[in-house]
């Protein structure tokens, strides 16, 4: 692929406030969700929060195959991106990545036990952009 074409997939998940997150259920089947992106290097990784709780968490530790997706809807661009997903531990991360905001949400802050990091990291993508459709392995 194009190292032009790459980086203009990679900003589109950098300009994306949210995407679309699936996990595998314990049937089998897919459950997709938004979520927002809290963090993300180009298509490599990205980073999300939730509760330790939430499904999704639940999900990714019987499987991490993940998928995610982010579109423009202005011009029909589009990352959809498969990968596994990794619950952090390490808790100078989530301190990094934490934000007051949260609180709300996880009043101990970033060592309140139901607040979960996940990091997402890709080894196979499907970009569209400019009505150009590659695809590869990472």
Request: glycine letters at 8%; hydrophobic letters at 35%; one cysteine or more.
């Amino acid at each position: 692929m194009r190292k032009e074409f790459i980086e203009r997939a990679g900003r589109l998940i950098s300009d994306s406030s949210h995407c679309t997150l699936t996990s595998i259920d314990a049937n089998g089947y897919p459950r997709t969700t938004t979520m927002p992106i809290i963090k993300g290097d180009g298509l490599k990784k990205s980073w999300f929060v939730t509760w330790y709780s939430s499904d999704k968490v639940k999900n990714f530790k019987k499987n991490p195959k993940a998928g995610m997706c982010c579109s423009n809807m202005v011009n029909g661009d589009n990352v959809a991106l498969t990968g596994d997903m990794t619950i952090v531990s390490d808790l100078e991360l989530k301190k990094q990545l934490w934000t007051d905001a949260w609180l709300g949400y996880f009043p101990g802050g970033y060592e309140d036990p139901n607040f979960c990091l996940l990091e997402f990291t890709t080894n196979f993508m499907r970009i569209r952009v400019d009505y150009r459709l590659e695809e590869c392995a990472v």
